[in-house]
């Protein structure tokens, strides 16, 4: 049984360097330069990204001064290199729902479907953050808004959640005010799911559930604001599993002019190695301060690693 595992372990490896030799290059490089994507007046966070037809979207929290008050939404942008981004393809207030703003989008797609969840934002006592999906087939029209999970959420303030499906199940990770929580249900909606309980391991923000070589990890942002990786101790197959995550591993990110002061906050972490051999990682870095404002702002930068231990910034072949 061993054998065959290696034996199968390394076909897909190969597979995946074939594939990636076939299509040649997702990006170019050498021409990149980080921050990638930087607007005065936006502080860019916990950004995501998806790739669909030669396009990379990217969703992220813009905190911004807008109508004389401090504001967040949710963005949506899409480009080809990196280098040329368009306008926003939509901006997400929650003002509709009487909410103060929007915040903390994580992308998943589960067969053909596209799900971005988030949650509102503005931390109003009386009126607690809650979790919400949006669904999408092509990234760009979505049906938004939708509640989630809030039959163990309700009342309480809930952020940065992430979704994952297997064996005919949803997971879903979040905060509990600054508690990771992890829960399931057999669907998506409001109503219908089960709490498993807080997710061991200390502290953490902005979770990621991402698959890679058919074992789950959680990509989390650590107390000292760097994504860190943890890989399930398990398979999958069971509830307590979701709750079981070993293996940390930090990435070390390179540090630029940039992101001096925060190096990669808010981290996403993408698997494109089918079609160029590389993982790439979305990230918000900054110079000065604290604060989302002025010459704090974050800015959006990536990188990229074949093996997920050493990591380059664009700008190099």
């Known amino acids: 049984m061993k054998k065959y595992a290696a034996v199968l ?12 030799f076939a299509a040649g290059p997702l990006l170019d490089w050498a021409s990149l330069q980080n921050p990638v994507l930087e607007r005065q007046g936006w502080s860019i966070k916990d950004s995501c990204m998806a790739l669909n037809h030669g396009n990379f979207y990217v969703f992220f929290s813009n905190f911004n001064y807008d109508r004389n008050r401090y504001r967040c939404y949710v963005s949506g942008v899409k480009t080809k290199d990196f ?8 901006v997400w207030t929650g ?5 103060g703003g929007m915040c903390s989008p994580n992308i998943a797609q589960i067969n053909d479907t596209y799900y971005l969840t988030y949650n509102s934002w503005g931390d109003d006592k009386s009126h607690p953050n809650q ?12 049906e938004k808004d ?13 952020i940065d959640a992430a979704i994952a499906r297997f064996n005919n199940n949803y997971y879903l990770v979040y905060k509990e005010d600054q508690t990771p929580k992890m829960a399931v249900s057999d669907r998506l909606g409001p109503e219908g799911w089960k709490s498993l309980g807080t997710v061991p391991g200390g502290w953490f923000e902005n979770g990621e559930f991402i698959r890679i070589d058919n074992q789950w990890n959680l990509l989390v942002t650590d107390k000292s604001h760097l994504p860190c990786l943890r890989q399930m101790q398990g398979r999958g197959d069971k509830d307590q599993d ?9 990435f070390n990110i390179p540090l630029e002019k940039f992101n001096a002061i925060e190096q990669a906050n808010c981290a996403f972490l993408a698997d494109f190695r089918a079609s160029d051999g590389f993982f790439y990682l979305l990230y918000s870095g900054r110079n000065k301060g604290f604060g989302h404002q002025g010459d704090k702002y974050f800015k959006l930068a990536i990188a ?3 093996d997920l231990k050493t990591w380059q910034a664009p700008g190099k072949k």
Not at 242 to 250: E, H, S, T, V
């Open 304 to 306: 990229r690693s074949k």
């Open 83 to 90: 280098k040329n981004f368009s306008e926003p393809l939509f």
């Open 146 to 158: 939708q509640p989630l999970a809030a039959n163990v959420t309700s009342g309480k303030r809930a």
């Open 95 to 99: 003002e509709q729902g009487g909410w």
């Open 9 to 20: 372990a390394a076909s897909s490896i190969l597979a995946l360097a074939l594939a990636a």
């Open 242 to 250: 979701w709750l079981n995550w070993g293996k940390f591993q930090r």
């Open 131 to 142: 979790l919400f999906y949006a669904v999408s087939q092509d990234l760009e029209n979505w």
